[in-house]
């Protein structure tokens, strides 16, 4: 296994030189395999290495004391959900597998020593986390502001476009492996507003569901619907 999920993930924003992906190739790691509702790394951690999604889905989140838990983001091949542990010391949100998921654990040492010999290696991880907060943003005004069928409508469109700018779409179909009751702990609504809420994406013939993957029908109706512009996703022009 290698980390080109990474440097895929690094090139949505970035062209990286052969130097540059040959240094984080050979950036040492653990492997290691997670099972669906596993945890990679809980809040109150004080990790010595970050974590890379290499394969299959994750989920950033937070236990509320009775329990509930919401989910703040999704992570899907290639993302490095908790890279601020670098700076900081102790996690305050935790990091689970949707799925069966293969992670990298990249230490820090390891990390800080790439960064510090390739600066815009190190431009790029810190690039990531200000994405990473303009997607908690676009997030938070969805559960404030945007209606039901919106917000779903949202998140399909989001994850389309991640996944499609890092090679994980097969034409307008991707991997959407998340259950109604995932997607209602994301966005704020009950399982039984999820569903009806897809019902009526489907009924407008926008999105297509089938077990584990999505399918967009009409790509500028659906972004209508949602009130989705990508901008937020600081994509590149030209690698979406």
Known sequence: MTLTPLVRRLETALSLSDEEKRAIQSLPFRLADIHPDEAIVREGDRPSRSCLVLSGMACSYKLLGNGKRQIVSFHVAGDAPDMQSLHLEVLDISIGAITQCKVAFLPHEAVRELCALHP????????????????????????????????????????????RSVGL?????????????????????????????????????????????LTILNWEALQRAADFDPAYLHLVPGRA
């Open 169 to 213: 779409a097969e034409g307008q179909t991707i991997s959407f492996p998340v259950t109604q009751n995932e997607i209602g702990d994301a966005v704020g609504l009950s399982t039984v507003h999820v569903n009806r809420s897809f019902q009526a994406l489907r009924a407008d013939k926008l999105i297509e569901l089938k077990k584990g993957s």
């Open 120 to 163: 815009r290696i190190a431009n790029v991880f810190w690039r990531g986390t200000l994405v990473e907060g303009a997607i908690f943003r676009e997030w938070m005004t969805s559960a404030g502001r945007r209606p039901a069928k919106a917000r779903l409508a949202h998140l399909c469109c989001e994850l389309f476009i991640r996944s």
